[in-house]
């Protein structure tokens, strides 16, 4: 469906200073916005919690023609448990390799492709090639799913995606040709999400919002945070709806004309999260009270 655009993948971090290095100096993204929020999500974008907590939006690109990362931390929290249902992103950057190599970030050849891990563990396949730069390295987010054909009714037949291929164990669909692709792939077992549990998003005009909202509660299917506004300090207010596939990845659908304005690049981006790093003195608190920082 045309309308609709994949926009990124939530990630929770617990070392800001670490991911930032490696999303900026390794994979060489570049931070786009940073938001600091004083109390937890109404749609739980920051997880399960209700404290401070920030948001860090990095990419190649702008958020409107690329897929990028989203970057939760919450100020509590310095680890979080990994389950099987994230395996990966790849991209297309022959300079994230020669980053890596040269910064001693490890790395591991497979198959052709290059893989690295991002600080918390996660996944990504670095092919040898890279894009035009008008075009998004970033190719495919990899998900884990425990009947295929259950995922792909679900994907396909309820979210209008488009099946790209599909093969015995694996299926990559798409709203369109030149958009991030997601990748569904059987890993034969129960999808354990754990706590460090993601959140896949995509963009479609606000009038689509209640319909999907409105489908998904025909089909029996589960809608995690039914349609409901969001404020961004100092910023554009979006309405979303957050769902679940049958493996339980949550799935974010925001209104487009409103994202378009909350996800301009700010120029200013990066000195607010160096800022936040620097004032961030939890870490502090946590040693002077002899007690470690949370594990989620």
Known sequence: ??????????????????????????????????????????AACNGPYDGKWSKTMVGFGPEDNHFVAELTYNYGVNQYQLGNDFLGITIKSQTAI????????????????????????????????SQPQEKDPVQKVTLASSD?????????????????SQEEKTAVLGYSDNQCKLELCDIGTA?????????????????ELQQIESKMKEEGQTILTPLVSLDTPGKATVQVVILADPDGHEICFVGNEAFCELSKVDPKA?????????????????????ISKAQA
């Open 1 to 42: 469906m045309a309308t609709r655009r994949a926009l990124h993948f939530v990630f929770k971090v617990g070392d800001r200073n670490l991911t930032a290095h490696f999303y900026k100096n390794i994979l060489g993204m570049k931070i786009l916005r940073h938001e600091e929020f004083e109390e937890g999500c109404k």
């Open 270 to 290: 990066d000195q607010l999260l160096e800022e936040a790093m620097a004032a961030d003195k939890s870490d502090e608190w946590f040693a002077k009270k002899g």
């Open 148 to 164: 295929l054909k259950k995922s792909v009714d679900f994907w396909h037949g309820l979210l209008d995606m488009k099946i790209y």
């Open 191 to 207: 999808v354990d999400h754990a706590k460090a549990f993601g959140r896949i998003a995509f963009s479609c005009p606000a009038e």
């Open 98 to 129: 020669e980053n890596a190599k040269n910064l001693n970030w490890p790395v591991k050849e497979d198959n052709n492709c290059y893989v690295i891990e991002a600080p918390g563990g996660y996944k990504f396949y670095l092919i040898n090639d």
